[in-house]
């Protein structure tokens, strides 16, 4: 079965220090990745995807994503983090399968990302 | 486009009582999720339709739980009747359902069950 797995649950940084937050996943078929961010009392909102081409995946608010096949990693980062960053950060697969993709998405946990200034 | 409608924003109800929620989905898209968001659960999916048609719903607790989608346009979520526990932020989500895109989120119903 498909599973993603977003180890930390909190990732503290310094405002202007790069961040990264990890996410490892688990699929039969061709993974389809997904990165969302949850601000408080709001929905979820796209960041970025990987589907297939370049394993740099660049998305949103100068988010990026690289996708490691060998590691089953998408793990996100940016180079510089800024205080309004801080948010919920939630990594998703989709089981590209062998009969193609279905629309369901499995997240992970949650990653709390908070900015220090 | 307004996005992802979603209402009421919040619901304040007592046990026993039946709680319907409304989502109106982007037009033009043909996928519809209803996720549950709880500090104990983390997200979880209900159930979702394609063309208004339901494909899984594994993820409705019970039968308590009941989702329909009378259109392309339209989707309610309805307990009944409710208990303490229901209580959570309930999201809907739509998609254009090519199986490669990403899904557009409403702002939420946080519900409580008094």
């Given at each position: 079965?498909?599973?993603?797995?977003?180890?930390?649950?909190?990732?503290?940084?310094?405002e202007g220090n790069p961040l990264t937050v990890k996410c490892t996943y688990s699929v039969s078929g061709n993974p389809y990745l997904f990165w969302y961010v949850q601000y408080p009392n709001r929905g979820l909102q796209f960041l970025l995807k990987y589907i297939t081409g370049d394993n740099l995946v660049k998305g949103s608010y100068g988010f990026e994503a690289e996708f490691n096949k060998s590691q089953t990693s998408f793990h996100l980062k940016k180079p510089s983090a800024l205080v309004s960053d801080s948010a919920l950060y939630f990594c998703a697969v989709r089981d590209g399968g062998y009969g193609g993709a279905t629309n369901k998405l499995i997240f992970g946990t949650g990653t709390l990302l908070a900015v220090q200034p | 486009d307004a996005g992802v409608i979603q209402s009421p924003r919040h619901e304040v109800t007592e046990m026993g009582q039946e709680v319907t929620l409304r989502c109106k989905p982007i037009s033009g898209h043909n996928s519809l999720f209803w996720y549950r968001q709880t500090?104990?659960?983390?997200?979880?999916?209900?159930?979702?339709?394609?063309?208004?048609?339901?494909i899984d719903d594994s993820g409705m607790p019970e039968d308590r739980f009941s989702a329909k989608m009378p259109n392309a346009s339209f989707s309610t979520?309805?307990?009944?009747?409710s208990e303490p526990r229901d209580s959570a932020v309930y999201f809907c989500a739509s998609s254009l359902g090519t199986g490669l895109d990403e899904q557009f989120f409403g702002p939420g119903t946080r519900l409580t069950v008094l």
């Open positions: 079965a498909q599973s993603v797995a977003q180890p930390e649950d909190q990732v503290n940084v310094a | 500090m104990m659960r983390g997200l979880e999916l209900l159930i979702y339709f394609n063309n208004n048609v339901p979520l309805k307990i009944q009747p």
